[in-house]
């Protein structure tokens, strides 16, 4: 069974600081993803990173897949209350395992306060 | 681009009672999901589907918990007898390829 652990579960934060949310697993995976999840709505897709070493930019958030594709991190720069949400990572296994569906995280309550 | 669509929002049902619920993928998905997410918890899948054929059901309590995709677009998941532990909020993800999922609101249901 693959597992994907995130780290730290909680974190409360001043509006302007930065953070880092880790994603680790013994797993090799084809891809990653982030999503954020806001109270009563589904998770929203924010990235994928599919290349070892990859790293992504968007706006404020910087995600970085580990070399050996067992791990990823998620950095915000400077945030806001708008970034407060549940982060989770999701690996999807490779191709020749069969298994296709993402395997989530349990997921980094984040709240940033004014 | 209409997202996923899910109904209900929300349902209380009594235990031992039955509850079903559904799902409209984004037009021209094939992959079709159905995870659980306990409070707190990440999303556990359930049930995947590749048009309306099961991929991957190894995690679905099938004694108690059945899904089904006909014609290959939309779904329904039901729960039948219903347990206080299948408390939780139902979410119905789609995807073109495997790597991205695309979710729906969910369904949050409490069972008493």
């Known amino acids: 069974t693959q597992l994907l652990e995130q780290s730290p579960q909680f974190l409360s934060i001043q509006e302007g600081e930065n953070l880092t949310v880790y994603c680790n697993s013994s797993s090799v995976f084809s891809s990653l993803q982030w999503y954020r999840q806001e109270p009563g709505e589904g998770p929203v897709l924010l990235v994928t990173v599919v290349t070892g070493g990859e790293v992504k930019k968007l706006k404020r958030l910087t995600f970085q897949f580990g070399d050996a594709r067992k791990d990823s991190s998620l950095h915000i720069t400077a945030a806001q209350p708008g970034d407060t949400g549940l982060y989770l990572c999701?690996?999807?296994?490779?191709?020749?395992?069969?298994?296709?569906?993402?395997?989530f995280g349990s997921g980094t309550r984040l709240q940033v306060q004014p | 681009e209409a997202g996923v669509a899910q109904s209900p929002r929300y349902k209380i049902i009594e235990k031992r009672q039955s509850v079903a619920f559904w799902c409209n993928p984004i037009s021209g998905h094939a992959t079709l999901y159905w995870y659980q997410q306990i409070l707190g918890q990440g999303p556990k899948l359930l049930i995947q589907?590749?048009?309306?054929?099961?991929?991957?059901d190894s995690q679905l309590p099938k004694d108690r918990f059945s899904a089904e995709r006909l014609k290959g677009v939309d779904s329904t998941l039901k729960i039948q007898p219903a347990k206080l532990e299948d408390s939780a909020v139902y979410l119905c993800?789609?995807?073109?390829?495997?790597?991205?999922?695309?979710f729906g609101q969910g369904t949050r249901l409490t069972v008493v």
């Open positions: 589907f590749q048009n309306n054929g099961v991929v991957d």
């Open positions: 993800a789609s995807s073109l390829e495997a790597d991205e999922a695309f």
């Open positions: 999701a690996g999807s296994s490779p191709r020749d395992t069969g298994r296709r569906a993402l395997t």
